[in-house]
């Protein structure tokens, strides 16, 4: 069975972590290494793409090809999408449909670059979005049409520069008149052969979470594309033929696509896979059962805030016995969590391994072997192609087991962040490699995550990881989640839980109680317990701290004014 590990190099002063084996990238374009590639798991007959409420409506890899090229077609030639050779953007917000990968692969045939939205967004944010590509063509879905018109509307753009998807007919209509405007045209997409052109041209514009800040736009190219889906679908397909010789690829479609999960996870890795994903418009958790079971789903990528609901939920029986493969990301899980929702996994026998990743390295950078349980709390092992630094505030390497800034290098990771000088200055250290932002360390062959480097409490010179304490809470059987942030208080930085519970069941005292029973004394939620409807998070699960701290801000504000 072909395995990985992480090795560790000394070279200049300089502690290099990477996997043992590196795995070759071709220097094709996205397309034709999905559609031509002898080394792609579908046929021209697999099924692809499903609506989950109605499998009838599908699209296997010939269709989507003829597909691609129709859309190409009309955006090109109706459009003048790419007509003059410079860049252009094609701004995308949709609900989950099973046309939505063959959206993008035209986008991308015509020459375009797919920018990304998520289907939540008000008509401000999207509007600020297509300012921020910049883009004069908008494609959105019925759930979405009235803020794609008003945000086109507000930013300048014609009605018919909108279009709305018809999933039902396979069509893309005119917003104004209805119209089908794709004909029977197809267009060839241009094929790229250069390691050059392939790095620097650019398929879809993602946004980072802004659980900080505004969102960032990510540019991903070509290569980062296949190189993310060949090192891990390489990797998975290896050691599934070792192990699990009858497996089958099938995933459900249920996390935003405007997430690089969504866009790696929906719209490149099931294609090269050649398998089924089926597609919901909407996560909705008891459909989200229902289409496991059906469909026997044997592989997923999901989030913490989704298992969560699957650990705690007693409606989970037997939807999930054909799952092979189960990785958790977006955020931090904790021991408990992890062994609570693994024991519903094919009754016990599939546990759940954690990834670690960003928009900017075009999703994971670490994975776990096959068949490998590991119960204390990493995020596996570096990926094949992936060069990793641990490093202090000035820069500087940090010894093997302690903790540092985790800055990341390889063939996934994008170049810079979309038409953001000021955010680039600081991107990347002298030897390229991008500085993530997030606090880790490396022991014993793995790695672990402690926290954002922007979120860590600074308690009197200590620093507390809000994941540590949020994955106690929610160990809580009367904690249905939770959320930690630093507010000022005592002349420093405290811990401040938000929760969500039923306050006839557990008191803010108790929960302080239970925290402080399990932690250091720095670690207790001297800020208080707060008691919340939901956590605010983004649509791939991530805890929107800047919210609860606008939150903490007002409260305490009141407070003032009460005294």
Partial sequence: MLETKTIVERKDGRIIYKADREFYIPDVDLLTWLFENVRCSATEKTLLHADAANPSLSLNKSQARTLTKRIGYALRHKYGVCAGGKKHYVT??????????????????????????????????????????????????????????????????????????????????????????????????????????????????????????????????????????????????????????????????????????????????????????????????????????????????????????IAKSPDVTDQFDYLEHAISGAAPMGKELQEAASAKFKKGQTFISQTWGLSENTGSATLLNYGEKETTGSVSRLLPNMSLRIVDDDGKDVEVGKEGELCLKGPVVFRGYHNTPEANKDAFDEDGFFKTGDIGLFRDGLLYIVDRKKELIKYKGLQVAPAELEALLISHPDIADAAVIGVEAEGTEV?????????????????????????????????????????????????????????????????????
């Fill in 92 to 309: 995308c917000i949709a609900a989950g449909s099973y046309v939505l990968p063959t959206i993008f692969y035209g986008v991308v045939a015509a020459g375009g670059i797919f920018s990304s939205v998520t289907s939540s967004s008000t008509v401000e944010e999207l509007g600020r979005l297509i300012k921020l590509a910049p883009s004069d063509i908008v494609i959105c879905s019925p759930e979405t049409r009235d803020v794609a018109v008003a945000a086109a509307k507000e930013c300048g753009l014609p009605p018919n520069r909108v279009l709305i998807i018809d999933a039902a007919n396979v069509a893309l209509r005119d917003v104004t008149t209805g119209e089908d405007v794709l004909g029977t045209g197809k267009l060839d997409w241009e094929r790229l052969t250069t390691r050059r052109a392939v790095e620097t041209t650019p398929v879809c514009l993602i946004y980072s979470s802004g659980t900080t800040g505004l969102p960032k736009g990510v540019p991903l190219s070509h290569r980062n594309m296949i190189a993310e889906a060949t090192i891990s679908c390489d990797l998975i397909q290896a050691q599934m033929q070792s192990r699990a010789p009858n497996f089958e690829y099938a995933t459900l479609a249920h996390l935003p696509t405007a997430h690089i999960a969504g866009m790696q996870g929906y719209f490149v890795n099931p294609f090269y896979m050649g398998g089924p994903c089926y597609w919901m418009s909407k996560f909705d958790f008891p459909k989200f059962l229902e289409y496991n079971r059906k469909y026997k789903i044997s592989f997923f990528f999901t989030v913490p805030p989704i298992y969560l609901l």
């Fill in 495 to 563: 811990p401040r839980a938000y929760v969500v519970a039923d306050q006839k069941k557990i008191s803010s005292e108790a929960i302080a109680k239970f925290v402080k029973d399990r932690v250091a004394g720095y670690k207790q939620l001297r800020g208080g317990v707060v008691f919340m409807d939901v956590i605010p998070k983004s649509p791939s699960g991530k805890i929107l701290r800047k919210d609860l701290r606008a939150l903490a801000k007002r409260e305490n504000a009141a407070l003032k004014s009460k005294l």
